[in-house]
């Protein structure tokens, strides 16, 4: 039996799949020119691939964030009884 903190693995599983799909919509979605393009077209053209290039990254990490916490998951034990704490009384002065 494997050891597994389901709150993680869950969290884990569904950053995974969400960047896995927004990567895959967007390789999909890229912005292509024509030939004989005006000045202005060119540089709506370059914007449109850099506002692209920044949601393909941002995908990109939302999917390695939710691998690791995948893999962290199976690391991860959670403590039987939660957390005890200590009080310390303060010396009495007579």
Same mark, same amino acid.
């Given at each position: *039996?494997?050891?597994?903190?389901?709150?993680?693995?869950? +969290?884990?599983?569904?950053? $995974?799949?969400?960047?896995?799909?927004?990567?895959?919509?967007?390789?999909? =979605? @890229?912005?292509?020119?024509? #030939?004989? *393009? =005006?000045?202005?077209?060119?540089?709506?053209?370059?914007?449109?691939?850099?506002?692209?290039?920044?949601?393909?990254?941002? #995908? #990109? *990490? $939302?999917? +390695?964030?939710?691998?690791? $916490?995948?893999?962290?998951?199976?690391?991860?034990?959670?403590?039987? +009884?939660?957390?005890? =704490?200590?009080?310390?009384?303060?010396?009495? @002065?007579?």
């Amino acid at each position: *039996m494997v050891l597994v903190d389901k709150k993680i693995l869950s +969290g884990g599983l569904a950053m $995974l799949i969400v960047g896995i799909v927004l990567i895959s919509y967007l390789n999909s =979605t @890229v912005p292509i020119g024509q #030939a004989g *393009m =005006t000045e202005e077209q060119a540089f709506d053209l370059m914007n449109k691939e850099r506002v692209h290039k920044e949601y393909s990254t941002l #995908a #990109a *990490m $939302l999917a +390695g964030v939710g691998f690791l $916490l995948v893999l962290i998951s199976f690391g991860a034990r959670r403590k039987k +009884g939660g957390a005890k =704490t200590l009080e310390k009384k303060p010396p009495e @002065v007579s």
